[in-house]
């Protein structure tokens, strides 16, 4: 089993940065595919960045791309999501999720696939 504890979270601007933190501890954490999900009130939780076993492989939801990068440091047993550019509509609770996976190439972009869960740190966007 892996925990997972979200830091970094917080109020900013539009147009401003936020790096999030996610710690892993417990289970070795480099048997896992790291994913960021994020919710928003009133609505469900959706895929925003995910990042293979080795840090080679990253993938994006579409409206991101280029502003978000999903990064890991499997030594410090972090996965960073550093977000710029933010926009008021990306105001959520962001989710780090671990996946327990034996491939080094797989990448993950479906809650149910995913098998531990941080509890999720508040970003807020004010425009």
């Known amino acids: 089993q892996v925990q997972l504890v979200e830091s970094g979270g917080g109020l900013v601007q539009a147009g401003g940065s936020l790096r999030l933190s996610c710690l892993a501890s417990?289970?070795?954490?480099?048997?896992?595919?790291m994913g960021w999900f994020r919710q928003a009130p009133g609505l469900e939780r959706e895929f925003v960045a995910g990042i293979t076993r080795t840090g080679a492989r990253t993938n994006y939801i579409d409206s991101v791309k280029g502003r978000f990068t999903i990064s890991r440091d499997n030594a410090k047993n972090t996965v960073d999501l550093e977000m710029n550019s933010l926009k008021p509509e990306e105001t959520a609770v962001y989710y780090c999720?671990?996946?327990?996976?034996?491939?080094?190439?797989?990448?993950?972009?479906?809650?149910?696939?995913?098998?531990?869960w941080g509890q999720g740190t508040q970003v807020t966007v004010s425009s």
């Open positions: 417990g289970r070795t954490s480099t048997m896992y595919a």
């Open positions: 999720a671990a996946k327990l996976t034996f491939g080094t190439t797989a990448l993950y972009n479906r809650m149910r696939e995913y098998d531990y």
